[in-house]
């Protein structure tokens, strides 16, 4: 028996620096695995079921849906996105750790099933700073960059719902304060039963 | 207004390395403070009143003691010790992080008083090796290494009571365990509603 990894579930506003966050955790951490959502959209080149997503039809992702197959889903325009529930538990009952990198309807749903994950929100340290990022991307126009900074600040009213936030003002930084908070949730008392229960027997 | 620092509880059995741990700490930290004891012991030489204790008398601590002044205190044989609760939180609303490295049964007191303390229990991995470390100090007899011995053992049954467990086999792993615990800590959402505060403004 060893006792169970940590479910890290990440959310922030884009631009917040998310993805480059988890990669630098990935790296640090070699137990850190990403869970693989699955989806009904078709394959992009280059894209590879078992890697990317699993990509499924509508028929079967409903089928799933009945069978409470997901930690949390959403339908985006025509189509289904989920994050199928077994592939997630397995690992973590391997003493493997699964980082989830989600929208906060998501992280609310695996909230509701998964209490004992690790609630972490990622936030540039002030408007102007994240308007500056979105715009030296120079991916999004104009109003793609004004409805991000708008849904932004009324996501703010989320935080409360997350144990950490990680205000990234400094990259470097924030990824050694979401690096903590993992090593830190590794020695928590409520996560070490074995662990303790193994102690203990060596004090025998 | 700042979010309150923290206060740092560690406790473990003599020969963990909460010593050396803690001085660590207070090295990588510059904003953690020890809490100065009050005792009614005399000075030993070179021991200076308001550094390394507050020096008092009886009447004076007994006193102290119906004002409810101490977070936590103990009788050792004919000795008070205490730890003066306004020194403590004077420094913590000012945002500073207090460390302080008591017993169990002071840091239950300080629990019961102060539940948002951060309370870590260090252990050496096994009995073997706290053995192994005691006899290396030379500076105790075998009676008292096998008092010691035999408490650490029974003192394993109150790491339920502390939030952090670290395994100390290693004390650089050991001391970026607490390190990480600290800057984790300072990330809660729960302990930040200033910085929440002044964040959301930065998003008007």
Chains 1, 2 share one sequence.
Request: charged share 25%; glycine share 6%; proline share 4%.
């Amino acid at each position: 028996m060893t006792d169970p990894g940590l479910l890290i579930v990440v959310s922030g506003p884009s631009g917040a620096g998310k993805g480059t966050i988890c990669d630098a955790l990935r790296k640090t951490f070699s137990n850190i695995y990403y869970s693989i959502s699955m989806t009904t959209r078709s394959p992009r080149t280059g894209e590879i079921n078992g890697v990317n997503y699993y990509f499924t039809n509508d028929d079967n992702f409903k089928k799933l849906l009945t069978q409470d197959a997901f930690l949390e889903y959403a339908k985006v325009y025509d189509h289904y996105y989920g994050t199928p529930r077994e592939y997630v538990y397995t690992l973590l009952n391997e003493g493997k750790h699964v980082m989830l990198e989600i929208d906060i309807q998501g992280a609310m749903q695996v909230k509701k099933t998964y209490p004992k994950g690790i609630f972490m929100y990622i936030v540039p340290p002030s408007k102007a700073v994240l308007e500056h990022r979105l715009r030296g991307r120079h991916t999004d126009t104009d109003e793609v960059i004004a409805a991000r900074l708008s849904r932004a600040r009324t996501e703010l009213d989320w935080i409360d719902k997350y144990d950490y936030l990680i205000v990234n003002d400094n990259l470097p930084a924030a990824i050694d304060k979401a690096a903590s908070i993992i090593r830190a949730e590794e020695c928590r008392v409520t996560r070490n039963a074995e662990c303790i229960a193994h102690t203990k027997k060596l004090y025998k």
